[in-house]
């Protein structure tokens, strides 16, 4: 076991789901054409200024009540002082002293442990450009499509103490935003992302250790590695003698490290100002009420209300809960179907989420509606179709959206239950597997496995498994 003790905090970045920019109204859209999404206000020209868009005062305040923060009436706009290419006015408009939201939380669950994250602040800052290099051509371009896209940044306590914390938190919140409604979640267009400051020190030391940040984190499993990586880099310095050094790190997806990208800031050297061009927002309590009354039922409410009313397990609730197309998705199949709820956990986890992950759809483009995978199921629990067949015939219906019913029936797929057709298979089977039948009698009666994938290959899966099973049953007894 290791002597050391890993300490955590994440600075999330979330783009705003707002149809224009934080200060001006060009297009936040993503995948436009190069420096399409610009005007003087967000490429920096000499006397323009700056007007806040409201909208994200809503969805950054919404972001506060739904973390249980305190929300700021007063909050105010700083300028950021550095200089980057991609950055044309040569500082970024962000909060400093007094942001919008303040010590919250959120709530995770490790290995069926349960802990509270500390949130810092949520504070609103418009986004930078983006650098783009080219090696072959030995030039570099700046698109500044992104430049003023409207961001909150959520700055955790230090109280994550393992990758997995981190990644459980990272998840946790991103649901949460995508409940809100505020946020896309698109990781690999960076509309959620995060920088990881992390250190380590000795178990039972107060004192914190010198933290490197790790940026260029753009997916779960990379913020796990990359995080992972660094504990072991650090505790190998410590252990040989050496000191961390305080510094920005990125991370190498292909190698699987982390390697030094530049000394790491303090709040001083970004010499920090209240932005002489935009006043202190100052909310009404009325509108802070309003937004609060339209919070929708959040990911850990849900996951407690599914568990007590469809009797779901901790980590179908979790799984279920953490996409919130997949909980719409389930809630509504569940009252489509007379049914127990557990089968269509059953079917939602085992083969809707699977489907979603390798095609890339998400729950809410998937052309098996939910009363669609209620019909199916209903064949299957009317003997129609056996399970294995309902299973082959998902992906199918998940892309075409055809009507279960009419697919069975166009396809020939209705399952066999007539006794004297099943009979006269059972007695082939037993016919050609003689050995198989004196060691089914001998008490090796997993056999039946083997005698009932015998009958589902001649019947090409048609043969309903309850008959096959009573009439082995019987001729073998």
Not at 1 to 9: K, P
Not at 204 to 220: P, V, Y
Not at 470 to 477: I, R
Request: with cysteine.
């Amino acid at each position: 076991m290791s002597r050391y003790e890993t300490v955590i905090g994440l600075e999330v970045h979330a783009q705003l789901k707002t149809e224009s920019k934080i200060f001006c109204s060009c297009s936040t859209k993503f995948g436009n054409d190069p420096n399409e999404n610009v005007c003087a206000v967000c490429s920096g020209m000499p006397g323009v200024l700056p007007v806040f868009n409201e909208k994200v005062a809503e969805y950054a305040t919404k972001a506060g009540l739904a973390t249980d923060c305190v929300i700021n009436l007063k909050s105010v706009f700083a300028r950021k002082n550095y200089f980057y290419p991609d950055l044309p006015k040569g500082y970024q408009i962000s909060q400093f002293e007094q942001p919008i939201c303040e010590h919250g939380h959120v709530d995770i669950e490790v290995d069926g442990e349960r802990k509270r994250v500390g949130l810092t602040r949520i504070h609103m800052e418009e986004d930078a450009g983006k650098n783009i290099h080219s090696a072959a051509d030995n030039v570099s371009f700046v698109d500044l499509n992104r430049t003023g896209v409207p961001l909150i940044e959520i700055v955790s306590e230090p109280d994550m103490r393992s990758a997995e914390e981190a990644v459980a938190y990272l998840k946790e919140l991103r649901s949460v935003l995508l409940y809100l409604g505020i946020c896309d979640g698109n990781m690999e267009e960076g509309s959620f992302r995060c920088d990881a400051n992390v250190s380590i020190r000795p178990y039972g030391q107060e004192a914190f250790g010198t933290r490197a940040e790790l940026k260029n984190l753009n997916s779960f499993k990379h913020i796990q590695k990359a995080i992972e990586y660094e504990v072991e880099r650090q505790i190998d310095l410590v252990e040989d003698g050496e000191q961390v050094i305080q510094e920005t790190r990125l991370y190498n997806v292909e190698k699987g490290t982390t390697h030094s990208m530049r000394g790491k800031e303090e709040a001083h050297d970004y010499r920090y100002f209240p932005d002489p061009d935009l006043v202190p927002l100052v909310l009404d309590q009325a509108w802070v009420d309003k937004w609060r009354s339209e919070l929708p039922e959040l990911p850990s409410a849900k996951r407690a209300r599914f568990m007590a009313e469809y009797d779901l397990a901790d980590y179908d609730a979790a799984l279920i809960t953490g996409d919130l197309a997949v909980a719409d998705y389930f809630e509504a199949a569940v009252k489509a179907y007379a049914g127990d709820p557990k089968k269509v956990t059953n079917w939602v986890v085992g083969e809707l989420l699977p489907f979603c992950h390798e095609s890339g759809t998400e729950a809410c483009g998937v052309r098996l509606t939910p009363d669609k995978l209620a019909a199916l199921l209903a064949l299957v629990d009317d003997g129609t179709i056996s399970v294995k067949i309902g299973k082959d015939i998902f992906r199918d219906l998940c892309a075409t959206g055809d009507d279960p019913a009419a697919y069975v029936e166009a396809k020939g797929l209705v399952q066999v239950s007539d006794t004297s057709e099943l009979e006269a298979m059972v007695d082939k089977v037993i016919a050609d597997n003689p050995s198989e039948v004196e060691a089914y009698k001998g008490g090796k009666t997993k056999l039946m496995g083997f005698f009932m994938g015998q009958v589902m290959r001649l019947s090409k899966g048609q043969a309903n498994p309850g008959v096959v099973t009573q009439l082995f049953t019987k001729k073998l007894s």
